[in-house]
């Protein structure tokens, strides 16, 4: 909010997922039912949102899926539970954002990084 993560979460999944697209694809669900309810929350304490929820992800293809599932049969499996996220893409309660991978904040704390890279980092964060 503002500019600044309000929320932070890691946990394993619960469901077993049989390719890499199919896990962010579930991670992206979770993330977008988090992102409505704490704008529920502040929509109950006064706050007006005038726009759509912005999710970045370094993943094209979940981003793709999310905004047109039916062209993807090799993730038919996937359960229908997850398609909340198409729903909410497709209603404009959340917008997808594709995000180098590089220039994801978190990268810094969930990947190995080299001297520069970490230092790159720091340098980033200090000057936002």
């Not at 503002?2 to 991670?27: H, R």
């Not at 949102?49 to 047109?68: R, Y």
């Not at 039916?70 to 398609?83: E, F, G, L, R, V």
Request: hydrophobic share 40%; charged share 15%.
């Amino acid at each position: 909010m503002c500019g600044a993560a309000i929320s932070c979460n890691s946990k394993l999944q619960t469901c077993p997922a049989l390719l890499s697209v199919e896990a962010e694809y579930i991670a992206m669900t979770r993330t977008a039912q988090e992102a409505i309810w704490i704008c529920q929350l502040l929509k109950d304490l006064g706050y007006k949102q005038t726009h759509s929820i912005t999710l970045f992800g370094d993943n094209k293809g979940v981003i793709s899926l999310a905004g047109n599932p039916s062209d993807h049969p090799q993730t038919k499996h996937i359960a229908s539970c997850h398609y909340f996220i198409c729903f909410a893409v497709s209603n404009n309660t959340v917008l997808l954002k594709y995000i180098s991978t590089l220039e994801i904040a978190a990268g810094g704390l969930t990947k190995e990084l080299s001297g520069p890279k970490h230092h790159s980092f720091i340098v980033r964060d200090l000057e936002v």
